[in-house]
């Protein structure tokens, strides 16, 4: 309880900082921006005019040479009583300067925020819509973390926080879609595939291979198997023997993942098998498959609480037999009464009944509860924070106590319980030697620093806990409210700033020639994910396994929101606006990757650093396969 009351206080210090300030960042570097873009328009088109005049007297001089050289002299006659408007039509400089003039237009989003028609322009656009979309994950991120903090984490990060999370997104695709009008809807869609592929394969190249740098430690053989040191990086940047651990639950999420990829590959069906009549079928099924996994995954995730639990009373539950074992070999030792095992791996039964007969004090051939509590005493059987005394007892009773049930242990429910115990472990205490003189060297040393291991690296760590005090905090009511107010401004922020930044990405591609899905690609990802990213590398650094796993998990979890809530909004609106599937290219690049980095991550929980390397070489390789795909062999 004391622990929930100092993390509440935590999350309201850090509401009181992040809420009004970051509102007042967003203000001010929106309204400073545009007296830069009024600058930049001005200096650009003086420039673009100055241009524009030289080429003009140009044209005109050479178009009007032009047409009286290839006319005769009676046809001049007729040409000089011609209106100087009809001549005027045919010369080419005025074509180019209605074309220009065409090309030169730009439409403010919501009737006053600005546009550009320039290189620069449409460059500074995308940095300030950029970052006010950066800014609207952040605070979404902020809201959904003070949410998690006080209300129940099976909703709050099943369903909440993996939707959020991929709402800047959603919101940039579903703008993409439906602001074109018809004739342009094709092209500005790519904007929306652009960031889809983009996000992707920044999450598993960038992001995973950085990651894996900054939070390496040194890694040692343990069972013939190498595993990371937490907290220990004493080789550098030693490629084969420094490397990062996951727990095996990582791998669950990384599978999920390449299981999400299937609604990209029934829309590329009909051109596989040249039946286009079967496109929009499949690409209607495909939406219906992405919302489909959605549900499921976040059911998923709204269980997952309970599985963890499960798994940490699993693990707590082999901890303390263990320990229990341990204690009782040590003590065996001391008395020379043997070891627990004989020579052929069995429960050794002599010793145990001499075990049971030393804390049995009256001779009674029953462990009463006090004699349980000496037995407990006596052993040095202290778990601190993971099982307290009281509990302790009431287990022994449970797992021992079971045919009787009158809340004594006999001597033959003891031998046969602490036989099972033994037994339960048998498989891997068989191939260490019992029968060794160090004390510290037997296998329930082994069975004991193992278990320990696997349960502290599920339980939560105190030092991971922010034991900064604020001098006012604040109720639970109030961090809800609160929490809820930067969610909704974050979502706010991000629909009224997304169709701005697919504007400034479509006049920026025309602008420089660049194709609108490389711009999307590169550019977008970076505002809509950075949050993301810094919470991702600051997990990775503290070069825990816990945090490790965290951070891996995070990352296959925003590409399977990709793969679901984002794909399915894409795919509705190309069915919806009877868009043709022309992304052949985009999609390969998407399966290529998920592929690739889901085997790895899928098959192993142990990553050597030179992993990092190969994540982050995929980058440059999937822009490259596009660039091959669609202007080499034409797939687009």
Known sequence: MVAVEMKTSAVALRL??????????????FCLSLPVIALIEEYTGMANDFNDKSLLSFSTQKSKSDIWQGVDRSDKDLRLHMPSQTLDDQLPHNKFMAAKSAKLECAESYGFLPCSTNIVGNLFLLVVYGFLLLQAAQLMSNGSEQLLSVLDPGVIGGLILPILGALPDALLILVSGLAASGDQAQSQVLVGMGLLAGSTVMLLTLLWGSSLIVGRCDLYKVDGHLNAKERTLTKGLNLIDTGVTTDSQTRVAAWIMVLTVIPYILPQLPRIINKPSL????????????????LCYCVYQIVSPWIQQRRIYLARY???????????????RENRWGNLLTDDGAPNKDVISKLFGYFDKNDDDWLSKEELRGLIVGLGISHEQYIPEEQEVQNWLQDFDVSTINGHISEKEFCEGLEKWIKSFKPMSRSVNDNSTDANSGPWD??????????ASLLEDPEDEDDEEPAHQLSKAQIVARAILLIVGGTLLA????????????????????????????????????????????????KRKKNISMTYSQIYGAVAMNNTLCLGIFLAIVAARGLIWDFSAEVTVILFVIIVMGLFAGFRTTFQTWMAVVALSLYPIAIAIVAVLDYIFHWH
């Open 495 to 542: 629909a009224v700033f997304s169709d701005p930044l697919v504007d400034a990405v479509d006049n920026f591609s025309k602008a420089s020639g660049i194709p609108t899905f490389f711009i999307s690609f590169v550019a977008t990802p970076l505002a809509t994910n950075s949050s993301e990213a810094i919470s991702s590398l600051m997990f990775a650094t503290r």
């Open 279 to 294: 496109g929009t079928p499949l690409v209607v099924l495909s939406c219906v498959l992405s919302f489909i996994a959605l």
């Open 318 to 332: 082999r901890f303390r037999k263990a320990h229990t074992l341990h204690k009782a070999s040590l003590l065996s």
């Open 16 to 29: 009181r900082t992040v809420s009004w300030e970051s509102i007042m960042v967003i203000l001010c570097f």
């Open 446 to 455: 082994v069975e004991h620093a193992h278990a320990h291991a696997s349960l």
